[in-house]
């Protein structure tokens, strides 16, 4: 990941070296061949493209002529197509290295980059030390991503506007730079199981009060219900996780409002951009409950995949606690897309 977000190429296993299109400094770089999203290949009418399970599935393409790194980036951004409309012509090839293939599309959304790589790229000779390439196996993803990884790095006291008697408790993952946090409100007993809430991070609502969604409310609103909690002698949790833009990052979710902007709902924004509707790792969330000894907790949510995740995680959720809070008029499409494409339970 940290090669991606320099812009250095990876080798997954035995597949050829991939080297990302959006971050690779040297964009002279050539490659006749782009391994994007089948969303991606679905906008670029690629007609012999097998159909997908899902728009974050792996499609190699091959391009009529090489394409350097500066004309294969509207290729794989889709927030470009209206000042990049021609593109192509383009055909889809078999990918026989289908497994290293998802391995990279996920590898760049957890990086927050594209999901799209120059496959087998050309430099010229005295840039060929650009092409030595980070090297992983897929099963390697799959280990840094299990939950048990995680482990709490240090608590303080920390007492916020909402309630005085808080601590923090940080968490940190091998290899990973993302730590999320715990904020425990009240005195934490096992005699009550918490009210607890699930938030991932998001910059624009948390810190910026954007009005494109309702997560600086939702994070308001349930410090307030903690605290209301703590004076009637009980506690809560507020996990904050570095999850930005339902997993995708903040660079992509922003790409994914440019998408907004232009008529389509959060979802599918994602899907364009190849990438998952909903990315993240609430398990972790649940590692977060098992290292604070919590195996049980009421839980602020509408979303039931939170809860779900939860249980099958171990954590026993005892009552579900709706969080709704008003529309505006910037918010009411992305809140009824929650409701009608999500499934979550709002009015």
């Not at 974050?56 to 990049?84: N, Q």
Request: charge should be negative; glycine fraction near 6%; charged fraction near 25%.
């Amino acid at each position: 990941m940290d090669a991606l977000r320099h812009g250095w190429p990876i080798r997954v296993g035995t597949a050829p070296l991939l080297l990302p299109v959006e971050t690779a400094p040297l964009r002279e770089i050539t490659s006749q061949r782009l391994l994007i999203s089948a969303a991606r290949a679905e906008t670029l009418r690629l007609t012999n493209q097998r159909a997908a399970a899902d728009g974050h599935s792996p499609v190699l393409i091959r391009a009529a002529e090489p394409l350097d790194l500066g004309s294969a980036l509207p290729v794989a951004d889709p927030s470009l197509d209206l000042a990049s409309p021609l593109k192509g012509p383009f055909m889809a090839e078999e990918l026989d290295w289908r497994g290293e293939a998802v391995a990279a599309l996920e590898l760049a959304r957890i990086a927050g980059v594209l999901p799209a790589f120059a496959v087998d790229p050309v430099a010229t000779p005295q840039n060929d030390a650009a092409l030595e390439p980070a090297t992983l196996s897929a099963a390697d993803l799959e280990a840094w991503s299990n939950p048990a990884n995680l482990a709490i790095a240090t608590r303080a006291h920390l007492p916020i506007a909402h309630e005085e008697m808080t601590k923090i408790v940080a968490f940190r993952s091998i290899n990973d730079t993302r730590e999320h946090v715990a904020i425990v409100l009240g005195e934490q007993t096992s005699d009550r199981a918490p009210l607890v809430r699930l938030h991932s991070e998001c910059l624009t609502g948390d810190i910026f009060g954007s009005l494109k969604c309702d997560c600086g409310p939702q994070l308001d609103a349930a410090l307030a219900a903690m605290s209301s909690e703590v004076t009637a002698g009980g506690w809560g949790i507020l996990l904050y996780m570095r999850q930005e833009g339902r997993g995708i990052g903040l660079v992509n979710k922003l790409r994914a409002y440019r998408l907004q902007d232009e008529g389509v709902d959060t979802l599918e924004a994602n899907r364009r951009l190849g990438l998952p509707e909903e990315a993240r790792d609430f398990p972790l969330a649940a590692r977060m409950l098992h290292l604070l000894a919590v195996p049980q907790v009421r839980l602020m949510t509408n979303n039931l995949e939170k809860v779900v995740a939860l249980e099958h995680s171990g954590v026993k959720v005892i009552e579900r606690v709706p969080h709704e809070l008003p529309a505006n008029p910037h918010n009411t499409r992305y809140l009824a897309t929650k409701r009608d494409r999500a499934g979550h339970l709002l009015k």
